[in-house]
């Protein structure tokens, strides 16, 4: 049970998935906002990624470390597709708050 707290296969995977999905939806590319699609594309993808990451945490007891866990691999995906720092850093910490909070609101379980 100790070993399972560093269990971090799935939230790995999940990390990966969000930020193929991203790139393949907003590609870094897109970033130049002055594209008039730019925008609107982004929205669309950030409102899927987070979907997803609400359905997951709900479906899954992360713990502290896994949460972190979540947020950096996420991060580093998207700079290895290159996107900038400002935006990994920006939408990267923005996934880690929200799986932060939405995880605080999963009911606990009975034991």
């Not at 609107?40 to 990451?53: E, N, P, V, W, Y």
């Amino acid at each position: 049970m100790f070993f399972d707290w560093f269990n971090t296969k799935e939230v790995d995977e999940f990390a990966a998935s969000i930020a193929a999905d991203l790139v393949a939806r907003f590609p870094p590319t897109d970033l130049e906002f002055h594209r008039r699609k730019g925008p609107t594309r982004f929205k669309k993808a950030h409102d899927l990624i987070f979907a997803r990451a609400e359905t997951f945490v709900k479906s899954h007891r992360l713990n502290i470390f896994t949460k972190a866990r979540l947020g950096t691999r996420f991060k580093l995906a998207l700079t290895e597709a290159g996107y900038s720092q400002d935006f990994v850093d920006s939408v990267g910490y923005e996934l880690t708050a929200f799986v932060a909070v939405k995880a605080l609101k999963r009911p606990k379980a009975h034991q």
